[in-house]
């Protein structure tokens, strides 16, 4: 069993295969019994927190557990009483082979693989949650979040900064069997790096200067629910093989500390960066990646799906009016203000929308109108480029943004400017201006997918 399991994909053919794996039960009480490897780390012992639960006496509490991993299933004793046997061979660790025959104690269970094929269609429902959407793309990221999301499959959400990563993280937990449970969020961007692993891991009291008291971390706090980790490919590159440890064994120890927590958690990990590019760049690691991208999702741009653009703008106004005590906030947008919306190229995505409508609604309920007008849209008058920059107005400097925010919009639309002048200049050929801009022909093609222009090859 060394194929890796094929992770679902928006872009993948509508049917996938999952290579999958149960456990049958040949002896003892629950002779006849199959169960179903779920999820990254499956235990199996006598006690109730187990995956597989074996009433047997010479099973012990904790026996054993199963991990998956990128080449297959891992076998991991766990100190057990009686030993954990393959094939009649006493191991600590060992991966599984088709038909391979593990003994528990006395109990004997047959590893089963087998495939499952799962035909995925974009959903008939235009929310995911409080994610909306009528374009295809999105109704595609919702049928297959409608077929796994209800799994403990680890999620990888990537999307330009503002595509709505967050809203569909919180989702996939509202309409998890987690739902009860925590829901912990990490901005792996905004935690200084030498307090990243207090704030994943806790700490210990006097584990470091500063450290008064003993503190939990994110994995201890998510324990039952979902952990949310935003901005992963921000996460230092030595703190890595730690994070995939404890991925891997769902337990960790806190700075400074000898004690091993183990936690029962679900982890969702979203990047505005292209993680297997920095994988190859070298900058983040390639087996982490393949451990939070079981379900990889690509939310994409706000530009590329603009017939979006009425629906979303209209329910966002909506939750405002909602959420406003005063009924002051305007209840619908003229069809000028929805063109407008519809033409802009939103740099900033779904959050940006979300900006200019609450900017919008504050102006109309001061002026009490009932409509939003055009002239409330900071765009409208916005001061335009010159011809080097093909007309595009600059985004705006809003309070409601951080800086981060504000310079992910500059260096988007630099990159759009950027990238059309230089195919302008070299005619459209794709090749002869990568080597005008001394970079690699591949990156280019993505920056020139990426922001829906066309190249002549």
């Not at 706090?221 to 890595?240: K, R, V």
């Not at 102006?363 to 849209?377: D, I, N, R, T």
Request: hydrophobic letters at 40%; glycine letters at 10%; one cysteine or more.
């Amino acid at each position: 069993m060394t194929e890796a399991p094929r992770t679902a994909h928006v872009g993948d053919p509508r049917v996938l295969e999952l290579p999958r794996c149960a456990l049958v039960i040949l002896s003892g009480d629950a002779r006849g019994r199959e169960k179903t490897i779920e999820g990254d780390l499956f235990r199996i012992g006598k006690a109730r927190e187990n995956e597989l639960v074996l009433l047997d006496e010479t099973v012990s509490r904790a026996h054993c557990e199963i991990v998956r991993e990128r080449r297959g299933y891992l076998l991991r004793d766990l100190g057990s009483t009686n030993g954990t046997l393959l094939d009649g061979a006493e191991i600590k660790e060992a991966w599984l082979k088709p038909g391979a025959v593990i003994t528990v104690g006395k109990v004997e269970l047959k590893v089963r693989p087998f495939s499952e094929r799962i035909e995925i269609l974009p959903s008939d429902s235009t929310t995911y949650g409080e994610a909306v959407g009528r374009s295809v793309a999105m109704r595609a990221v919702f049928g297959l979040l409608e077929r796994l999301g209800p799994t403990d499959a680890t999620v990888l959400i990537g999307g330009e900064t503002g595509t709505g990563k967050d809203v569909i993280a919180r989702s996939i937990h509202a309409r998890s069997p987690r739902a009860r449970g925590p829901f912990i969020v990490v901005d792996c961007g905004a935690v200084v790096g030498s307090l990243i692993e207090s704030e994943l891991f806790g700490h210990e009291k006097g584990a470091f200067t500063g450290a008064a008291a003993a503190r939990q971390g994110a994995f201890e706090l998510a324990h039952g629910g979902t952990l949310f980790l935003d901005e992963i490919g921000e996460l230092p590159l030595d703190l890595q093989p730690k994070l995939l440890r404890v991925l891997e064994t769902r337990s960790f120890r806190r700075v400074g500390g000898n004690q091993a927590h183990a936690v029962n958690i679900r982890v969702i990990a979203a990047s505005k960066r292209n993680l297997k590019m920095e994988v190859e760049r070298g900058k983040f690691r390639e087996d982490l990646y393949f451990r939070l991208a079981v379900v990889p999702i690509e939310l994409p741009p706000l530009r590329e799906r603009r017939e979006d653009i009425p629906f979303l703008a209209e329910t966002l106004l909506d939750r405002l009016a909602a959420a406003d005590p005063t009924g002051t906030t305007p209840g619908r947008l003229g069809t000028h203000v929805l063109d407008a919306l519809s033409a802009h190229d939103w740099p900033g995505n779904v959050r940006e929308l979300r900006n200019v409508l609450e900017r919008a609604a504050l102006l109309s309920g001061a002026a009490g109108q009932s409509e939003v007008q055009l002239g409330m849209l900071p765009f409208a008058g916005r001061a335009q480029a010159g011809p080097a920059t093909g007309g595009v107005g600059l985004p705006a400097f809003e309070a409601s943004k951080s800086y981060r925010d504000t310079k992910a919009e500059f260096e988007n639309l630099f990159e759009q400017l950027y990238v059309t002048w230089l195919l302008e200049k070299a005619d459209g050929n794709i090749s002869a201006a990568a080597r005008a801009a001394d970079m690699d022909r591949k990156y280019l093609h993505k920056l020139v997918r990426k922001h829906g222009l066309h190249p002549k090859g």
